[in-house]
């Protein structure tokens, strides 16, 4: 059974300074992984998809890598805001036939002016 | 707003009523997801449509749940004898192959 976890649970940081948020995983056979982000009572917002044959993705100042090898993925964050600060998730859909991801507990930014 | 609709976004029941959520697609996704998530949780599935067809559900998901999908269109989400360990996020997400588009989600309060 695939397990998802993501380090650190909270993370506080001033403005202005670059962040890696972790994603690891326990079954390497993965289709895909994709980020969210999450603001206090809604929903989630797709912020990048990776296909398993990819290394990486980047959307202006996000990048996310992924080292399947390894079982890990990362998020990086460039020149920190505080409009970043939310909860951000990752997901990693399995090989085979079935659509289903597993979801990681998140870690929740704050950024402070 | 052609994005994932959720509606009502907030309801509040008594615990053995029953609910029903509804969920409007990104036009065209043929794959349809419902998920729950409580407080400090990632969503945690619940089940999955692709088209009108339910292929998958979650052995979490007890016989007082019940999902349909007709037409392949808009899905709905029924809680049957609502439970206080009801309360909770659902979340609605929509796909059209590898990417998934989440809806605002349904508050759930069940006093």
């Known amino acids: 059974k695939q397990e998802v976890t993501q380090i650190p649970a909270a993370l506080s940081v001033p403005e202005g300074e670059n962040l890696v948020l972790n994603c690891s995983f326990t079954d390497s056979a993965i289709y895909n992984l994709q980020w969210f982000r999450q603001d206090p009572g809604k929903g989630l917002t797709s912020l990048l998809l990776i296909q398993s044959s990819q290394r990486e993705q980047t959307s202006g100042r996000l990048n996310a890598s992924l080292d399947k090898s390894s079982g890990r993925s990362t998020l990086y964050i460039a020149a920190s805001q505080p409009g970043d600060s939310a909860t951000y998730l990752c997901?990693?859909?399995?090989?085979?036939?079935?659509?289903?991801?597993?979801f990681g507990r998140g870690t929740s930014l704050i950024v402070h002016p | 707003d052609t994005g994932v609709s959720q509606n009502p976004r907030h309801k509040i029941t008594k615990r053995g009523q029953n609910v029903t959520f509804r969920c409007d697609p990104i036009s065209e996704h043929n794959r349809l997801y419902w998920y729950r998530q409580t407080l400090g949780q990632g969503p945690e599935f619940l089940t999955y449509f692709q088209n009108e067809a339910q292929l998958e559900k979650s052995r979490l998901l007890s016989d007082r749940f019940s999902a349909e999908r007709p037409k392949g269109s808009f899905s709905t989400l029924e809680i049957q004898r609502t439970e206080q360990g009801d309360s909770a996020m659902y979340l609605c997400?929509?796909?059209?192959?590898?990417?998934?588009?989440f809806g605002p989600g349904t508050r759930l309060t069940v006093l």
């Open positions: 997400a929509s796909s059209p192959d590898n990417e998934q588009f």
């Open positions: 997901a990693v859909r399995p090989v085979g036939g079935s659509y289903i991801p597993t």
